[in-house]
């Protein structure tokens, strides 16, 4: 597993033997390194993720934690020494300009719209639950490769609940998360719980892993009174202030920039924890992606993007979305170090995150993840996913490329699992949700925003009070006026 540096090939072919190794690696504020996801020779490869990384460069020791990372660009320099010649050509200079090193060259050569190779893909399990020979991965434990797996069951288990729950018109909407628990409970799985993390809308596996309760789930979900949000939200927009976890918003990447910011802060106040994001693909399309990559790249700021590229924004395909070779690719031209990863391969998953957050906190750096999957459910209980994809890929997916199934087979090959612990496991779970709760006054719908609620607020809570008494038919009976 590798990373994709942020100095571009042919400038690094062109400078190396002349400036260095640790002076490029200065130059990108910390180590480099070139490759595909699997096999690729570079500059500086990543030790085996068995063991992590020992960073021994001594231009690094301003990345250490409490230290702020030195700006290599706003160094003065005299003007007769800012042009260099290049060794492999006459003709070629190199301009010490204040954005990074500029190579000039009398050839004039287009930069291709698409790449000759396309990035490989980080994967360590193969679809039957093999590890893949010479792959390299952070080591699991029984105990917490256990638990994943006892997450994803439970995350399918809950979709399976709410999303009936929503067909018999019990809650007004939910969106599953089929196809994605691997990208869910590994991810968390690699984290702590001091990081922050803003979500999308399709990472409840994450509030999961940290304690959220599946009845805090049903709670929110049913909007009754015991919902943190006293049920002004539309289902699924979980949030834990106790948990780090944000509340999610129906916005398309409005998240992104905000945990840039948080991360920022983490970095100001010297903290060991750094701020992770979820997206989508159709995510990568909003203008705010582009502003938060490159407000992260200049401030230097420990942030992971996890971009969940599951081939669909709704129903537009990856193909109506973007020409460039998936999502990785764009943090390499922010300057931002990125990583391919298979999203349906719950170990892969689990050591990028491990690694990347392992970089971020101790580095300040960004990282950006694109964990391939595939949407095996509906967008939302409001979308028909096969009037615009054919039911026979969907399947294909749902079998064949299952993670929670994969990921079963690796813990079997183990021992760490049988069909004993799987009938009690899912056995259990339906028996922890309790749906029939009361739900909030009404009042509630005008409390929390002002300390002291103003004169319209109060007309309003009175009209509405009185409608509802003059015709109670037309109104939950439940809900406590």
Not at 55 to 71: C, L, M, R, V
Not at 87 to 92: A, K, M, R, T
Not at 286 to 296: L, T, V
Not at 416 to 436: F, K, N, P
Request: aromatic fraction near 10%; charge should be neutral.
């Amino acid at each position: 597993m590798a990373f994709y540096s942020k100095i571009p090939r042919n400038i690094i072919n062109n400078l190396k033997s002349k400036v260095g190794l640790w002076s490029l690696m200065k130059q990108s504020h910390g180590t480099c390194s070139y490759s595909s996801c699997l096999n690729t020779i570079h500059l500086h490869r990543f030790l085996p993720l068995t063991t992590l990384p020992q960073f021994t460069n001594p231009d690094s020791i301003s990345h250490k934690k409490g230290h702020f990372p030195h700006f290599q660009r706003f160094q003065s320099t005299t003007t007769e020494k800012q042009i260099d010649s290049v060794p492999n050509g006459e003709q070629s200079q190199v301009l010490d300009f204040p954005g990074g090193k500029v190579v000039f060259s009398p050839e004039m050569r287009f930069l291709s719209e698409s790449p000759s190779v396309y990035s490989q893909c980080y994967r360590v399990l193969d679809d039957n639950g093999q590890l893949i020979s010479h792959s390299n991965f952070v080591t699991v434990s029984e105990e917490v490769a256990v638990k994943m797996y006892s997450n994803m069951v439970t995350l399918q288990t809950l979709d399976t609940i709410f999303y009936e729950a929503q067909r018999q018109g019990r809650i007004s909407f939910y969106v599953t998360s089929i196809g994605e628990e691997a990208i869910n409970i590994a991810s968390a799985a690699a984290l702590t719980s001091d990081d922050i993390v803003f979500p999308q809308y399709r990472e409840p596996g994450v509030l999961l892993w940290r304690g959220f309760t599946l009845q805090e789930f049903a709670n929110q979900c049913f909007g009754n009174k015991a919902d943190y949000g006293k049920g002004r939200q539309m289902p699924i927009h979980y949030g834990s202030n106790k948990l780090n976890y944000f509340t999610v918003a129906s916005t398309i990447a409005t998240q992104i920039p905000h945990a840039v910011g948080a991360a920022y802060s983490l970095k100001m106040d010297k903290k060991d924890a750094c701020a992770v994001t979820y997206f989508g693909d159709g995510g990568t399309s909003e203008g705010d992606f582009h502003a938060a990559m490159n407000f992260a790249a200049v401030t230097e700021s420990p942030v992971i993007f996890i971009c969940r590229n599951n081939g669909w924004a709704i129903s537009t395909p990856t193909s109506d979305q973007f020409r460039s070779d998936g999502i990785a690719v764009r943090g390499q031209a922010y300057g931002v170090r990125s990583i391919r990863v298979d999203g349906n391969d719950a170990l892969a998953m689990y050591s990028a995150v491990h690694s990347a957050r392992h970089m971020a906190v101790n580095e300040h750096r960004p990282i950006l993840i694109e964990a391939v999957t595939y949407r095996v459910g509906h967008h939302s209980t409001s979308d028909d996913s096969t009037k615009y994809r054919p039911a026979n890929e969907i399947e294909w997916w749902r079998m064949a490329r299952d993670p929670v199934t994969r990921f079963r087979k690796w813990i079997e090959i183990n021992g760490w699992w049988g069909s004993e612990a799987e009938s009690q496991l899912r056995s259990s779970i339906r028996s922890q949700i309790a749906e029939r709760a009361e739900k909030p006054p009404v009042n509630d719908l005008f409390t929390d925003v002002y300390d002291n609620i103003p004169s319209n607020l109060r007309e309003q809570e009175k009209l509405l009070k009185e409608t509802i008494n003059r015709h109670p038919k037309d109104y939950p009976a439940d809900v406590p006026i």
